[in-house]
């Protein structure tokens, strides 16, 4: 695999306000990612610098090993963001037609059916859709445009359940059939949690951690019991989270736990559970530790 874009040191502020702190992020061809942070992370500033819309402070995005200035866009890239209000007096269909231009992979046949799929009226115009139907309209221009790099910012905002699982099913099944580098960031955690290769966990500017979806299902644990046993078993771990646990503790730790642990684990009473992304994720956040 190789990278298709870099981002080095990379810095933005708004006055005294560092939004983006010295982050480095790497994005390889033909992955699925997740970005995930709570509300004021840094997401959609970083989003919006590694796609040319505004410049860093410091640092540098290098898109397919060249640099990239402001207002330039990565090769191939379509970012579908949360607010496009240049969009709200045009029709769907006239959106559509503006971003086939743009995207020489597009593909007409696979946008129409997009549009049945979701009944999706292509001569509304934007402004007059509901707010998940214009979510609707960005998600298909998403899928459509089958860019070698795809950014979603809160792809999901004001859709129901049942829509985002179609959407989810219909971009797994797309993905596999013309891979290419996804970039999903998104509060709705577990539902991406079952599509995503790889997470880019950021908080207050910075990326807490980035790693496998599996590598961190495997390495996330739970352990509950009496204070004395928490802390003698977790000595030599890396702690990410603690909190009293009705008269004992609680500990989230990230790392191999071998049979050895799970004896020791088993003589000091202690309950070792595995951690759903979403729940690794609040705690991570909540304990404020980068894992390295
Ligand atoms: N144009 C701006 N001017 C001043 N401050 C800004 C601007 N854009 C973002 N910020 C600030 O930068 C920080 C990061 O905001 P950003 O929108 O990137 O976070 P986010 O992770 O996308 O949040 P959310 O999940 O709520 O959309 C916040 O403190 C925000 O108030």
Known sequence: MSAILECSD???????????RHLNMTLEDNTMYGLLGPNGAGKTTLLNMITGGIFPTSGVVEASGSRLELGGMPPETCYIREKNLYWRGARVMEILQFASAFHPHWDWPFAEG??????????????????????????????????????????????DVLVREKFYSILVEDYANYPRT??????????????????????????????DVDHIRDHAHVLTGSSEAVQQFTNDKQVIYSEPY???????????????????????????????????????????????
């Open 182 to 211: 996804i970039v999903l960031s998104t509060h709705f955690i577990d539902e991406i949690a079952k599509i995503v290769e790889r997470v880019y966990i950021m908080d207050a500017g910075t990326i807490l951690l980035h790693d």
């Open 10 to 20: 990379l810095s933005k502020s708004y006055g005294k306000n560092e939004a983006v």
């Open 114 to 159: 997009l549009l049945n799929t979701f009944k999706l009226d292509p001569r509304k115009k934007i402004r007059h859709l509901s707010r998940g139907m214009q979510s609707l309209a960005g998600n298909i221009i998403g899928l459509a445009s089958r860019a070698r790099l795809t950014i979603y910012d809160e792809p999901m905002l004001g859709l």
């Open 246 to 292: 009705g008269k004992g503790s609680l500990s989230v730790i990230y790392g191999t736990l071998g049979e050895k642990d799970r004896v020791q684990a088993n003589q000091l009473g202690l309950t070792i559970e595995g951690l759903a992304l979403q729940k690794f994720f609040s705690y991570l956040i909540e304990g404020g530790r980068r894992i390295e």
